[in-house]
């Protein structure tokens, strides 16, 4: 592991800030995901030489990044979506990521040439899939959440498993090749559930101790210390520090901050991971963008054509072949599903880390790290730049954005209406010229008759709206009851017995309404 400190100059981290806050505002009027903008903005900011380069170095991910990234997607995911979809999830994150690794390294030596001990390092790397650009559209689109959850599930414990496949083959190379498949296995079991019984363990007493007070700036300061404490005890101990975060933040999440947090405070706790989230993928992705060196490329670009190449044939057999055998009546996988899940498996900063991770006397390090850099850069430019139009060929999008897009222009036309209003008054009023009227009026109009057209284009009955906008109300409605029934415990209004009582129809409803925003419209069957 390379030792590097992780470090950014002050002045270098504000050009960073100024450079996302800049994308953030670009991607409102262009139709980019904002990851893939960053890594577009970064890639420039190299080649035009804005600003000082910036190294990435492999602790600034895996120390201080890489632990917030975990620990937030791991506190908002919901228990109940992770069992339900739990054999899905299991079986991409552990054969998946095996069958990924073999079949990149088959392919890099058969076809690339590439020495078999280092087509299996590299294999066991790229096997991490980092999908935030394509969950956060999969959520601007309203697609199924149960595939959102499969996806982002997939990615969270995935990056467990590759890394320490990585270690294991990193460290048989550097033994000379001398290795016992027993030990191998042993050690990754040992590693890996060793890491979820540290994690889980952390979890539960940090939610005990939540439960001792209610004070929202120490419960925030107390879930950073479980996020960032589990990994470097983890790594201590020699158990798998990536699960060991992912266990604590599934713990806390949905243990601790149900029966140890007020709803002030668990509110508080949200806003402030969603920030430290978005803040660090901003870094990310832009950091990204920075290391990638365009002349290196181009010198690469054969090893790198293979490597994708690699990258997406074993995708596609992971998806294509391991579905079939995890999808059932009950919770099928339809083909449509498939497409975007083998699509949809990009690669990202934990990857990149893990290729400058390599000791400095490692053989072909430069060709392996190029190698990586120019496949991250690949799957997060073209799979992430094309999924949306890959959603809308599927037919994927949910009736709940096509009312939300009836909503958007329906709010439109009401305001472009008072609009029209206020400016006939002001011309009455003597306050604008005839030609400023003439100006404002028809500018108005041409928004107007575009937002009529994009009317048009959203197919739903009247009522069909009458329908979702009910659901939607009584699931707010729902949710409402469930948060007041929980403040009505901490004031000791209600005893833990009869909360659980009403808590049993309540979820029963939720889960209920929340099943209905999907059953009138099921993504269609595309054979593949």
Request: net charge neutral; aromatic share 8%.
């Amino acid at each position: 592991m390379d030792t590097t400190h992780p470090h950014i100059p002050v002045d270098s981290l504000l050009a960073l800030l100024l450079a996302a806050s800049a994308t953030a505002v670009i991607v409102k009027w262009v139709r980019v995901p904002y990851a893939v903008a960053l890594v577009i903005a970064g890639l420039s900011i190299g080649i035009f030489r804005v600003m000082p380069p910036i190294t990435m170095t492999p602790d600034l991910v895996l120390m201080i990044f890489l632990p917030a990234l975990l620990f937030e997607a791991s506190w908002n995911m919901d228990i109940k979506a992770l069992r339900r979809d739990w054999l899905s999830i299991s079986v991409l994150a552990t054969i998946g990521v095996i069958v990924c690794m073999f079949a990149v390294a088959a392919i890099l030596h058969f076809v690339g040439g590439m020495n078999i001990q280092t087509a299996l390092l590299f294999g066991a790397m790229v096997s991490a899939t980092d999908p935030v650009s394509v969950v956060a559209l999969f959520r601007k689109m309203g697609i199924d959440k149960r595939l959102t959850m499969i996806l982002e599930g997939e990615s969270l414990f995935n990056d467990g498993t590759a890394v320490v496949l990585f270690r294991i083959v990193l460290a048989i190379i550097l033994s000379g090749g001398h290795w016992s498949i027993t030990d191998s296995v042993v050690s990754f079991f040992i590693v890996v559930f060793g890491g979820a019984a540290l994690g889980a363990t952390l979890g539960y007493f940090a939610s005990r101790i939540t439960s001792a007070f209610d004070d929202h700036l120490l419960e925030i300061t107390l879930t950073m210390v479980t996020a960032y404490g589990s990994f470097l005890l983890a790594e201590r101990l020699g158990v798998s520090p990536v699960i060991a975060v992912v266990g604590a933040g599934i713990v806390l999440g949905n243990y601790g901050s149900r029966t140890g947090m007020s709803v002030t405070t668990r509110l508080a706790v949200n806003s402030f991971w969603e920030y430290a989230a978005f803040l660090v993928n901003s870094l990310l992705f832009l950091l990204i963008g920075l290391q990638i060196n365009v002349d290196l490329i181009q010198k690469h670009s054969q090893l790198i054509a293979y490597g994708v190449l690699a990258v997406l044939v074993s995708r596609m057999l992971v998806v294509y072949g391991l579905c079939p055998f995890v999808s059932s009546k009950r919770l099928p996988i339809p083909d449509a599903w498939r497409h975007l899940l083998a699509w949809g498996g990009l690669r990202g900063a934990l990857v990149m880390a893990m290729a400058l991770s390599l000791p400095l006397d490692f053989p072909d390090r430069e060709a392996v790290i190029n190698l990586t850099f120019g496949v991250v850069l690949f799957t997060l430019l073209v799979p992430g730049l094309t999924m949306g139009t890959l959603v809308r060929l599927l037919g994927m999008m949910t009736k709940d954005q096509e009312l939300k897009d009836y909503q958007k222009c329906q709010s439109l036309l009401s305001v472009y209406k008072a609009e029209s209003k206020r400016i006939e008054e002001m011309r009455a009023g003597g306050q604008i010229s005839s030609e400023i009227y003439e100006v404002l009026n028809e500018k108005n109009k041409v928004r107007t008759v575009q937002t009529e057209a994009e009317l048009t284009t959203v197919s739903l009955t009247a009522t069909t709206i009458q329908d979702l906008h009910l659901r939607q109300t009584q699931l707010e409605l729902a949710k409402f009851r469930k948060e007041k029934l929980a403040q009505l415990v901490k004031e000791g209004k209600l005893s833990e017995e009869a909360l659980h009582e009403i808590r049993v129809e309540v979820d029963a409803e939720i889960e209920s309404l929340e099943a209905g925003s999907n059953s009138h419209n099921q993504p269609h069957s595309v054979e593949g």
